[in-house]
């Protein structure tokens, strides 16, 4: 390049400088908000801060720096303390509840003596300086926007008129919702020592009036009348009556009237141009009131369809099962698309109510101590099965996770992992892969961050649709939702669930290529940290052990596992150093006691390692193939080479627990899961079960999935029924399940007597509640009834069995 090519160069990159700075100038003046940036500690010390911050507190830059140092606790301690309590408190209450940021309405003492309305707008930062966590601040001056609500307050009281806010429903009955001072002082008055509406003696007065403009009123039109009333004082008075609709609720108009004393018509003539202007402010209201309307119609309408779906599916494969009822080959297929509808329907029906909790601000998160690697155990089992069944390779890496046992809501989290890795095992074709990852991001005193990574190999995602994730109902195409399935709910209420958990939620993606999504929560630490890992063992302490896995992050996290345990171990990223490091003990006169080997690494498989291994240490060294893929195609082979035993990625506290302990020679103590298996129906001949159930199709279904384990069952018809049965024999009933919503007397009802009787069984005997009730707060009531399970309708039958032989088997 020559000398006045890069002279060029140079100056155009001065020019595009120049410009950029010109532009972000530009940009701060027309937005005229301060914008500054802070450090959360003692002092909020300001570290940087644009030209309006100074002009809103009325200083200049350097005297600030030079009286307060760029403190903004001196600054407040000079002009307004109590001022400061409140923005500390907030900035507190903030990081106490993990939230990202806070909003305070404020206002904010200037040099000059006045003060202006100012509203903070503050988020936090991943950044820290010094130790301390940085804050980015923007503050609106809203002192005009303040002023005028204040105007159109003293406006409301001071209408030389009466007004009120009433809600009509379809029989013309006036419900008072609000009025102002002078209609409250005129129209309410006490009589027999409650406060009761003068007005409503006036409005049955006046019906006629009314009853004329009833067509208009019941579809939100505009009404203009004349009434006579009286006052609390007596006194008679002719009103002009000016109402608008400017809501509706629960189908019902809502009204705002506008009372005017016309027994004096000059007053009338005086609020004519003031009524003018308050019609088009009611129209306003009007308009949005429409919008939400229409937003409701689209809602029902797409539910309308969503839920005919599978309904028809269901009602048509039940018409052709009985038009072909001997054959059972056609008979069984129908069956099975109706299972698979029905699924689909109870799916949508969840996802609506969780949608409807959430915007209600119904749903609840739990605060609750839990295991993250139970947890997760949980989850797998449920999400690997439906990988190998699609041919999709299936990855749980945990990154260095200080701590597993947090407080939290378990079950929430539960249901936004499940929900994204469902989407990416539907979403990625047979030899794909998905992979959940789990990172710790940091750790505080009591509080950890855990940053969750659902990836995928699948068909991804446009960018135009990732702008419309987080949408109702919203899904790429028609032929994707065809091909695919599903309500297009699962995604926003994922995001819902997060943001309310205080986390946050991001995705990336491209079509073709996959698509990765990144969960982050904060939990806090209890101090009682009880876990499986923290059961130690003597015998298992003398152990040494060797994992042999091509993945770095498995490898480390596995050997984390054991240290917790209080075992120290190798580890090795290949077969050939597998066999080396072996034959190198083995020549000291020792050798591994156990040794994990990967199935598949890049030099040699693990069938071949183990026949190296046996052949320099016989038997003496336990050998347990780890895979994250389905063994028994290799199960007869990985057996003759000499493997003792497999087990299925990712490893949990309790699949080493009871596998060490079985290599020190000892029992099982816990459960180790096993992927994929299907709960068999356990043989509960000699049994008896109290049956508590008001709907006859429901007992039905009860009574036959119950009678296949062979146990007997006794009905009650309700929960009055139940008690009186379980009173006159309970000590023949072996548990009860109880419905909740009965006649007469209801579960939660009829669980409390039972255990408050006198009964010597009252507080023994096992009751599970057996509901269609089936949110957590409904878990929680359950609980607090005495119930000691909880099984939601539609009855999954594996989980009945699973919960019929665990507690009938304990109980006795």
């Known amino acids: 390049m020559s000398e006045q090519e890069k002279e060029t160069a140079s100056g155009s990159r001065e020019l595009q400088t120049a410009s950029a700075e010109y532009e972000y100038h530009t940009l701060m003046r027309l937005m005229g908000v301060s914008v500054s940036k802070h450090l959360l500690d003692e002092h909020f010390t300001l570290i940087w801060a644009n030209e309006f911050y100074y002009k809103f507190i009325g200083w200049n830059k350097a005297d600030y720096e030079a009286e307060f140092h760029n403190r903004p606790d001196l600054f407040y301690a000079k002009y307004d303390p109590e001022e400061w309590r409140?923005?500390?408190?907030?900035?507190?209450?903030?990081?106490?509840?993990?939230?990202?940021?806070?909003?305070?309405?404020?206002?904010?003492?200037?040099?000059?003596?006045?003060?202006?309305?100012?509203?903070?707008?503050?988020?936090?930062?991943?950044?820290?300086?010094?130790?301390?966590?940085?804050?980015?601040?923007?503050?609106?001056?809203?002192?005009?926007?303040?002023?005028?609500?204040?105007?159109?307050?003293?406006?409301?009281?001071?209408?030389?008129?009466?007004?009120?806010?009433?809600?009509?429903?379809k029989e013309l009955n006036m419900t008072l919702l609000e009025g102002n001072s002078r209609f409250m002082e005129y129209f309410l008055e006490v009589e027999n020592g409650k406060e009761e509406s003068l007005h409503n003696r006036n409005i049955e007065d006046n019906m006629a009036a009314i009853w004329d403009n009833r067509e208009k009123l019941l579809v939100g039109e505009?009404?203009?009348?004349?009434?006579?009333?009286?006052?609390?004082?007596?006194?008679?008075?002719?009103?002009?009556?000016?109402?608008?609709?400017?809501?509706?609720?629960?189908?019902?108009p809502v009204y705002l009237a506008l009372f005017i004393d016309i027994t004096d018509v000059t007053e009338l003539r005086q609020?004519?141009?003031?009524?003018?202007?308050?019609?088009?402010?009611?129209k306003d209201a009007l308009t949005v009131a429409e919008q939400a309307n229409h937003a409701k119609s689209d809602f029902l309408s797409r539910m309308s369809h969503e839920i005919r779906t599978p309904m028809n599916a269901i009602i048509g494969m039940t018409t052709i099962a009985g038009a072909y009822i001997d054959d059972k080959q056609r008979v069984a297929d129908c069956l099975k698309k109706i299972g698979y509808s029905s699924k689909h329907l109870m799916a949508l029906i969840n996802d609506v109510l969780d949608m409807s909790k959430i915007d209600?601000?119904?749903?609840?998160?739990?605060?609750?101590?839990?295991?993250?690697?139970?947890?997760?155990?949980?989850?797998t089992s449920?999400?690997?099965?439906?990988?190998?069944?699609?041919?999709?390779?299936?990855?749980?890496?945990?990154?260095?996770?200080?701590?597993?046992?947090?407080t939290g809501d378990a079950m929430r989290l539960n249901q936004v992992l499940l929900n994204l890795l469902s989407n990416a095992i539907k979403f990625t074709p047979e030899g794909g892969s998905v992979r959940l990852e789990i990172q710790q991001v940091r750790r505080l005193e009591k509080q950890l961050r855990v940053r969750f990574i659902v990836s995928d190999t699948g068909i991804g995602m446009s960018k135009e649709f990732q702008r419309r994730l987080f949408n109702p109902f919203e899904q790429e195409s028609v032929t994707t939702a065809?091909?695919?399935?599903?309500?297009?709910?699962?995604?926003?209420i994922t995001k819902n669930l997060v943001t309310l958990m205080g986390g946050t939620i991001s995705v990336k993606s491209e079509a073709e290529k996959g698509s990765t999504f990144t969960v982050e929560i904060d939990f806090e630490v209890p101090e009682t940290r009880g876990s499986i890992s923290s059961q130690k063992h003597p015998a298992m302490e003398s152990l040494k052990v060797l994992v042999a896995d091509y993945d770095r992050d498995s490898c480390v996290h596995t050997?984390?596992?054991l240290k917790n345990l209080g075992i120290w171990c190798d580890w090795v990223l290949t077969g050939e150093e597998c066999v080396e490091k072996i034959r190198g003990l083995h020549s000291t006169g020792e050798n591994y006691d156990v040794c994990f080997i990967d199935w598949k690494m890049p030099d040699l498989d693990g069938i071949e390692v183990t026949r190296r291994i046996r052949e320099i240490v016989g038997t003496d060294t336990t050998i347990i193939i780890i895979t994250a893929y389905d063994w028994s195609a290799i199960e007869k082979r990985a057996s003759e080479a000499g493997a003792n035993a497999f087990l299925a990625k990712p490893l949990f506290s309790s699949v080493l627990y009871n596998t060490l302990l079985s290599a020190a020679g000892k029992s099982k103590v816990l459960t180790m899961s096993s992927y994929g298996i299907q709960m068999n129906k356990p043989d509960l001949s000699g049994y008896h079960v109290l049956l508590a159930e008001d709907n006859e199709l429901n007992r039905e279904i009860a009574m036959e999935l119950l009678k296949m384990t062979g146990v007997t069952?006794?009905?009650?018809?309700d929960g009055k029924e139940a008690l009186e049965k379980f009173l006159a024999d309970g000590d023949r009933i072996d548990l009860i399940l109880m419905d909740m919503q009965m006649p007469v007397m209801d579960g939660y009802e009829a669980a409390e007597r039972i255990r408050k009787s006198s009964h010597r069984r009252a507080g023994s005997i096992p009751i599970v509640a057996m509901t269609a009730d089936a949110f957590h707060e409904d878990v929680v009531k359950a609980s607090e009834a005495g119930m000691d399970g909880h099984l939601a309708k539609p009855i999954d039958s594996g989980l009945l069995y699973q919960v019929l032989g665990g507690m009938l088997k304990a109980d006795k």
């Open 86 to 169: 409140r923005l500390t408190e907030t900035v507190g209450d903030a990081i106490a509840n993990h939230r990202d940021g806070y909003q305070l309405l404020s206002r904010m003492h200037r040099k000059d003596g006045n003060r202006l309305w100012i509203q903070f707008s503050t988020q936090f930062s991943e950044e820290y300086v010094n130790g301390y966590q940085v804050a980015y601040t923007v503050m609106t001056n809203i002192d005009e926007l303040i002023r005028v609500q204040k105007e159109q307050s003293v406006t409301y009281e001071n209408l030389p008129g009466f007004v009120a806010k009433y809600r009509i429903d």
């Open 382 to 406: 449920i999400i690997y099965p439906q990988a190998a069944a699609k041919g999709v390779n299936y990855t749980v890496p945990f990154v260095e996770l200080s701590d597993t046992v947090l």
């Open 360 to 379: 209600e601000g119904k749903m609840k998160i739990a605060h609750e101590n839990f295991n993250l690697e139970s947890a997760i155990e949980s989850l």
């Open 713 to 717: 069952v006794e009905c009650a018809a």
């Open 482 to 492: 065809r091909k695919f399935g599903g309500t297009g709910l699962g995604m926003p």
């Open 271 to 282: 609020m004519q141009a003031k009524l003018t202007e308050q019609a088009e402010a009611l």
């Open 559 to 561: 050997s984390n596992l």
């Open 222 to 252: 505009p009404v203009h009348f004349v009434m006579c009333v009286k006052s609390r004082k007596g006194q008679t008075l002719w009103l002009q009556v000016n109402a608008t609709c400017v809501d509706w609720q629960n189908g019902c």
